[in-house]
């Protein structure tokens, strides 16, 4: 497998994670018991940290971007066990 092939599934895993973990841990001004700006939407969040959010979405891209490199490589799981139905299968 080719960097740049690596490079753009770990970029496509990093952007799926990082919307994954985007509602973890956020908390809205009501549950914190921090007063609102006025105007502001009520679900809100208080405490959104976007930094530990790209830290985590980092780590977890990485790992998952290691295990499909390593799959794609050794061919522990390849197309053919993923057909449980049984049409590419030829009896």
């Known amino acids: 497998m080719q960097w740049t092939s690596i490079v753009a599934i770990y ?10 973990l985007l509602p973890f841990g956020v908390r809205t001004h009501d549950e ?7 105007g502001q939407a009520d679900s809100a969040p ?4 976007p930094g530990r959010l790209m830290l985590r979405a980092t780590v977890i891209a990485a790992a998952l971007t ?3 490199v390593a799959n794609y490589e050794s061919g ?3 197309a053919d ?8 299968r030829e009896d």
């Open 11 to 20: 970029f496509l895993v990093w952007v799926m994670t990082a919307f994954l």
């Open 32 to 38: 914190l018991g921090v007063e609102k700006v006025p």
């Open 46 to 49: 208080a405490n959104f940290r």
């Open 66 to 68: 290691a295990l499909y």
């Open 76 to 78: 522990w799981i390849t």
């Open 81 to 88: 066990d993923l057909d449980f139905a049984g049409i590419g």
